[in-house]
C-alpha cells in the first residue's frame, strides 16, 4: 500500500489512482487532487486529458512534462472549494502545490485558485483555467525608522524613499 501524493491520507489506489487510469473524477476536488498526483507520478497524459480543450491546445506537453519530472514535490494543500460537488456543473478549488523546481533548489509555492467544469458527453469534470493568488502585503505595525528598509521593497532606506517627503 503506497499513500498518495495528493496528502488525502488515502491509499493511491483508493484515492487518485483510478481517476489517473481513466475513471471519472466524483468532484472537482478530486480532480485537482488526481492532476496534482499526475505531476508527481510525470503522468503527463491524465493532465492533458483533463484540461479543457481549448486549453489543452494552448498548452506545452514538453514543457509540462519537463516541469513534472524535474521538479521535487512537496505537498498539495486544498485551501478552500467552491461548488465542483457531485451535482454541479462548475466549481473552483483553491489550492496551494509546493514544487522545489530543481532538485535541492528552494520550495516554491503555487497558490492558485483553479476552475473547472464539466465537459464532453460523458460530462467528466475538467480543468478550465486559474488565477494565481499574490500574498497578502506585508503591513507594518508601526511607521518604519529613519534608516530602516523601506516597506515597499524599494532597497532604499526608509527616510530616502517614503519618508523623504
Do not use: Q
Not at 493511491?12 to 487510469?21: E, M
Not at 524535474?70 to 466549481?91: C, F, K, M, Q
Amino acid at each position: 500500500m503506497t499513500t498518495c501524493p495528493c496528502g488525502s491520507g488515502k491509499d493511491y489506489d483508493a484515492c487518485c489512482g483510478p481517476v489517473i487510469a481513466g475513471a471519472p473524477a466524483a468532484t472537482a476536488e478530486a480532480l485537482m487532487r488526481s492532476r496534482y498526483t499526475a505531476y508527481v507520478k510525470g503522468e503527463i497524459d491524465h493532465i492533458f486529458a483533463t484540461y479543457d480543450p481549448k486549453v489543452a491546445r494552448e498548452s506545452d506537453r514538453g514543457a509540462t512534462e519537463r516541469w513534472s519530472k524535474e521538479s521535487t514535490w512537496h505537498g498539495l494543500e486544498i485551501v478552500a472549494t467552491e461548488r465542483g460537488g457531485p451535482t454541479d456543473d462548475d466549481g473552483v478549488v483553491e489550492f496551494m502545490a509546493s514544487p522545489a523546481e530543481r532538485r535541492g533548489g528552494p520550495v516554491l509555492v503555487h497558490h492558485e485558485r483553479a476552475r473547472f467544469a464539466r465537459g464532453g458527453a460523458d460530462r467528466r469534470w475538467l480543468y478550465v483555467d486559474g488565477d494565481l493568488v499574490k500574498p497578502a502585503p506585508v503591513k507594518r505595525e508601526e511607521r518604519p525608522g529613519r534608516n530602516d528598509p523601506c516597506s515597499c521593497g524599494s532597497g532604499k532606506k526608509y527616510k530616502k524613499c517614503h519618508g523623504a517627503a
